[in-house]
């Protein structure tokens, strides 16, 4: 094989990795940090919502850098892939974005209002989940399948193609599981009655969460037949057991965790992993396609000499990305004090 050809290979599965890195560390990060704002609309009490905001004031806007760096390292390292994904769904891309602006806006002006405080709140609340809708029926939409003509490589879908029974349940379970992350991160991060409540709710949601888990995991593999060949074909079926198996586990753990030991720490951790298993059984289902179960990681990469150009660049900032929010996360770790404001 040449060595042109050889590097192509690599390039291609290691910006592949890296953008489902990056996508996931998106998700964990920006997770709990969506479904915070979420929880703000069954907590009414004003002190405890200001409790809540300043628990990810220092760290809310640098999550969504991940963000950034997913979506336009799709658009660089795989542009066909990004030329076909985008126009299949452009609606809740665009609503997603739009919503985590106006997000970012009620976030900052509700504490510079006295008068307004209850509009920008609600609109905190709102931009919060719509935006966690939005990314669960953008995934739903893409697992389903995009309908794509070869030939002019190029989406030949319908303008409401994303919006379907399967893609609004698993954007439902989205906002579930981002409210599960945030409940626990509040626990982690609070004291006294706003945690005792959160310990409730994260209860709550951790078994609506796990049973969308259910209704999506088995709904997926009759979305197409290359995902039900990958789960249950032969001796592949134990995998899929043995990936069930773990996820009620971590529940277990996590339940356990809230109620029997009260731990801080656990839940959130715990729940993270939850997330992290599904991230990956659901890399089982996509892999090797970008596009499923229509374009491949290599049919969609750019030119392998554009990719050793951009890895150089992703290899010195990726790390920097990482130590800052990493150094951001540890001066700002232990529980918030409800006397500090934010500035």
Not at 52 to 64: K, T
Request: proline residues 4%; charged residues 15%.
């Amino acid at each position: 094989m040449p060595i042109a050809e050889g590097v192509a290979f690599d390039l291609t599965f290691v910006w592949g990795f890296l953008i489902a890195f990056a996508v996931l560390i998106y998700v964990v990060l920006d997770g709990f940090d969506l479904g915070l704002g979420m929880l703000f609309a069954v907590e009414p009490e004003r002190r405890h919502r200001d409790v809540m905001m300043n628990s990810v004031a220092p760290v809310w806007d640098g999550n969504e850098t991940w963000l950034v760096l997913g979506g336009g390292g799709l658009f660089a390292a795989f542009p066909l892939a990004y030329a076909l994904i985008l126009p299949a769904l452009y609606a809740p891309i665009i609503a997603m974005l739009l919503a985590l602006i106006f997000r970012g806006v009620a976030f900052e002006f509700r504490w510079r209002t006295e008068r307004w405080r209850g509009v920008w709140d609600v609109a905190f609340i709102g931009g919060s989940a719509v935006a966690a809708l939005s990314q669960g029926i953008a995934l739903g939409a893409l697992l389903q399948g995009i309908t794509i003509d070869k030939a002019a490589r190029a989406y030949a879908g319908g303008w409401w193609d994303w919006l379907t029974p399967f893609s609004v349940t698993v954007g439902l379970a989205v906002m579930v599981g981002y409210m599960l992350l945030g409940a626990t991160w509040l626990i982690m991060k609070t004291d006294g009655e706003l945690q005792d409540r959160m310990r409730t709710r994260a209860w709550i949601l951790g078994v609506a969460t796990v049973a969308f888990i259910g209704a999506v995991s088995l709904w997926t593999p009759f979305l197409q037949e290359g995902y039900f060949v990958r789960w249950f074909a032969g001796t592949r079926i134990f995998l899929a057991v043995l990936v069930g198996a773990a996820v009620l586990g971590l529940a277990v753990l996590m339940f356990r965790a809230l109620h029997v030991h009260r731990h801080d720490y656990w839940p959130f951790m715990l729940a993270l992993a939850m997330f992290g298993l599904c991230f990956v059984g659901l890399g089982i289902c996509m892999f090797p396609y970008i596009v499923p179960t229509e374009v491949t990681l290599w049919e969609a990469a750019a030119p392998y000499r554009s990719q050793l150009f951009m890895i150089i660049g992703a290899g010195i900032l990726i790390p920097i990305i990482l130590a800052y929010t990493g150094y951001a996360y540890w001066v700002f770790r232990g529980k918030v004090d409800p006397e500090a404001g934010y500035h």
